[in-house]
C-alpha cells in the first residue's frame, strides 16, 4: 500500500478560477481607489517607477511614433500606415478600409490595437497602431470637408530588440519612406490647389485642392512634334539629375514661360506635363495676394513634386521696359529742364496674356527658410 507522502496532489479548477478571480477583482478594486483618492502626480511617479523597473529586465525598445508633431503631421507616421498597408497577414484581423467620391483606388490601412510583425535584413520589428482619448482639437485641411475634429491621439508603436536600434534608424525607416514616396507616386490622385482665404482661421491665404482631371497628354496636345519631344526629353532630363542638381549647390526646379492669346493651348500643355510627371498643381494668382510675407508663406506651404502656375504674371504686376524706363527719365530730365510740362511720354505696352510657371521638386522648408525664387 503507498504511503500518503506517494500520492498526487491534484490541483482543483474551480480553486485556480477563484484564485484567479479574487486577484483580478483585488486588482480592479486597487485601480479605482488609486484613480480616486490619488494625485494623478502621484500616480504617475508610479507608473514611471515600476516601468523603470520592468524595462531593467526587457532587451525590447519601443519607438513611438505620433500622427502630428504639432499642427504638422508626421511623415514616417504616414509612411508606415501606406507601407504597411501592402503587408496584410494572418496575424491581422482587422483593417481599416476607406474610399473618397473622387479617389479611384480602395484606401486600406491598419486598424487600432492590431499588430504586426515585419522581418527586414533578418531582424523582426513589431508594429501596433495605439490610440489614446485625447481633449477635442479641430484641423484644417485641404480637402473638401475644410476642417475635421478628433478625439484621440493616434501612434505607431516600433518595438524591436535594442541593439538593433541603428538598423531602425538608419536603414529601416528611411527604407519605409523612400517605399511610401514610391507608392504614391503610383496610385497618385493629381490635385489643383487654388488660393482660399475662407479656410484659415488665422484670416491669411491658404491652399484649397480639388481632383485634377484634366484629359491633356503629350499624345493628344497640339503641338510641333520636333518642340513636343523637346520639352519630354527636357522634363525627363530634369527628374534625372536631382543628384546633380544638389552637387552644384543648385534648388532643383525648372521653369518655363508660356505666352500668347487665349485658347492657343497654355492649359492644356501644363495639363499634359502635370499628367506626365504625375505632378500637382498650384495655381495662383499675384492678385489674391496681399503682401510679400503672405506669397512666402504660400509658396512654403506647397507640396513636393509639384507645378506653380503664376496666373497673367504681365498684368498681375506693373512691368516696365529698361529702356523705355530710362527714355521717359530722360524725357522728364528734359521737361524739367526747359519747363515744359507736355511732352509726350514713352507709351506702356500692352498686357499680353501668359502664364509663367515653374517645376519644383524642393525639400520640406523651415518655417524660417525662404522659398527659392528666380
Not at 500616480?43 to 532587451?59: A, D, G, P, V
Not at 535594442?162 to 490635385?191: G, M, R, S
Not at 502635370?274 to 495662383?284: C, K, P, Q, R, T
Amino acid at each position: 500500500m503507498p504511503s500518503s507522502s506517494t500520492k498526487r496532489k491534484t490541483i482543483n479548477p474551480q480553486t485556480v478560477i477563484s484564485t484567479v478571480g479574487s486577484i483580478a477583482a483585488a486588482a480592479m478594486l486597487i485601480r479605482t481607489l488609486s484613480r480616486q483618492y490619488l494625485p494623478p502626480e502621484f500616480r504617475n511617479h508610479i507608473y514611471l517607477n515600476f516601468r523603470s523597473f520592468i524595462n531593467k529586465f526587457s532587451t525590447q525598445l519601443t519607438m513611438v511614433i505620433y500622427e502630428h508633431e504639432g499642427f504638422n503631421d508626421n511623415e514616417i507616421y504616414t509612411a508606415t500606415q501606406l507601407y504597411l498597408a501592402d503587408r496584410t497577414s494572418p496575424d491581422i484581423h482587422r483593417l481599416k478600409v476607406t474610399k473618397n467620391t473622387n479617389e479611384q483606388h480602395i484606401n486600406v490601412a491598419m486598424e487600432i490595437n492590431e499588430e504586426y510583425t515585419d522581418v527586414y535584413n533578418g531582424v523582426n520589428f513589431s508594429w501596433s497602431l495605439v490610440s489614446k482619448n485625447a481633449p477635442t482639437r479641430e484641423f484644417y485641411t485641404h480637402d473638401d470637408n475644410g476642417r475635421s475634429t478628433r478625439t484621440d491621439l493616434r501612434s505607431l508603436h516600433l518595438t524591436f530588440h535594442w541593439k538593433h536600434k541603428d538598423l531602425a534608424l538608419h536603414d529601416y525607416l528611411p527604407y519605409i519612406i523612400n517605399y511610401a514616396k514610391a507608392k504614391k507616386q503610383n496610385v497618385k490622385t493629381l490635385k489643383l490647389f487654388t488660393v482660399d482665404k475662407k479656410m484659415n482661421y488665422a484670416r491669411t491665404a491658404t491652399w484649397a485642392s480639388v481632383n485634377l482631371d484634366h484629359p491633356a497628354s503629350f499624345e493628344t496636345v497640339a503641338m510641333d512634334t520636333g518642340v513636343k519631344e523637346m520639352v519630354m526629353e527636357d522634363l525627363d532630363r530634369f527628374l534625372e539629375r536631382r543628384e546633380y542638381y544638389r552637387r552644384v549647390g543648385k534648388a532643383w526646379k525648372r521653369g518655363y514661360l508660356l505666352y500668347g492669346p487665349p485658347g492657343t493651348g497654355k492649359s492644356s500643355l501644363i495639363g499634359a506635363m502635370a499628367n506626365y510627371l504625375s505632378f500637382d498643381v498650384y495655381d495662383l494668382e499675384l492678385s489674391d495676394v496681399k503682401s510679400n510675407s503672405e506669397l512666402r508663406r504660400l509658396l512654403v506651404a506647397r507640396g513636393n513634386r509639384s507645378i506653380l502656375v503664376v496666373e497673367d504674371i504681365d498684368c498681375s504686376v506693373e512691368l516696365h521696359d529698361r529702356e523705355e524706363v530710362e527714355a521717359e527719365k530722360a524725357v522728364a530730365r528734359k521737361s524739367s529742364k526747359h519747363g515744359s510740362k507736355d511732352e509726350e511720354r514713352p507709351k506702356v505696352r500692352p498686357c499680353v496674356v501668359g502664364r509663367f510657371f515653374f517645376l519644383i521638386l524642393k525639400k520640406k522648408a523651415s518655417k524660417n527658410a525662404s522659398p527659392p525664387i528666380t
